[in-house]
T-cell receptor, first 115, second 118 residues
Framework: NAGVMQNPRHLVRRRGQEARLRCSPMKGHSHVYWYRQLPEEGLKFMVYLQKENIIDESGMPKERFSAEFPKEGPSILRIQQVVRGDSAAYFC?????????????FGQGTRLTVV | AQSVTQLDSQVPVFEEAPVELRCNYSSSVSVYLFWYVQYPNQGLQLLLKYLSGSTLVESINGFEAEFNKSQTSFHLRKPSVHISDTAEYFCAVSDWENSGGSNYKLTFGKGTLLTVNP
């Protein structure tokens, strides 16, 4: 059973371009979470999705950022018109259920660099 | 709002020495506490967690952490480290009551890089 797969591992974008980050959850997991780690900071929650639904997006910046988890295929975190401040490591996690006793498994992250 | 403070960004130790990685949190409500480990070029893995019950929790590879409510701490310890323990360690807290009973909205510390030297 493969772990949470994120791609690409490294992504370089020029200012103003779009960045698309992909996350394939573990087999059988229907809950996906995205976190962002800015330089010299801890991971911060961005958004929680279930298949075709956004459950909690309280950590998402109000503009330029969007996330989806379609019925088929990976979850996508999209950043439009990237700026230098978007440079960070973006981690995806998945779990089979929601709740206290459910462990979330994390991917290796995508390191976005905006030049 | 919650916050997690990991006081040491880097901790170098020699093999077989004891180690303590410190973690303090601030929250006005009941919390649940986690330690994650990230080995080089890998994703974060759950090391151990405190949800309720005994304040001392252990992992399968010899680490332990003790929840101290009065000091709002959840320090991670190992009596004798191995070179393979070299990794970054993250402390995290979940505000269960304000997350609707779920633990997905974790707040992480900045991490502590543990380097074990021969």
């Amino acid at each position: 059973n493969a772990g949470v797969m994120q791609n690409p591992r490294h992504l370089v974008r020029r200012r103003g371009q779009e960045a698309r980050l992909r996350c394939s959850p573990m087999k059988g997991h229907s809950h996906v979470y995205w976190y962002r780690q800015l330089p010299e900071e801890g991971l911060k929650f961005m958004v929680y999705l279930q298949k075709e639904n956004i459950i909690d997006e309280s950590g998402m910046p109000k503009e330029r950022f969007s996330a989806e988890f379609p019925k088929e295929g990976p979850s996508i975190l999209r950043i439009q018109q990237v700026v230098r401040g978007d440079s960070a490591a973006y981690f995806c996690a998945s779990s089979p259920l929601e709740g206290l006793h459910t462990e979330a498994f994390f991917g290796q992250g995508t390191r976005l660099t905006v030049v | 709002a919650q916050s997690v403070t990991q006081l040491d960004s880097q901790v170098p130790v020699f093999e077989e020495a004891p180690v303590e990685l410190r973690c303090n949190y601030s929250s006005s409500v009941s919390v649940y506490l986690f330690w994650y480990v990230q080995y080089p070029n890998q994703g974060l893995q759950l090391l151990l967690k405190y949800l309720s019950g005994s304040t001392l929790v252990e992992s399968i590879n010899g680490f332990e952490a003790e929840f101290n409510k009065s000091q709002t701490s959840f320090h991670l310890r190992k009596p004798s480290v191995h070179i393979s323990d070299t990794a970054e360690y993250f402390c995290a807290v979940s505000d269960w009551e304000n997350s609707g009973g779920s633990n997905y909205k974790l707040t992480f510390g900045k991490g502590t890089l543990l380097t074990v030297n021969p």
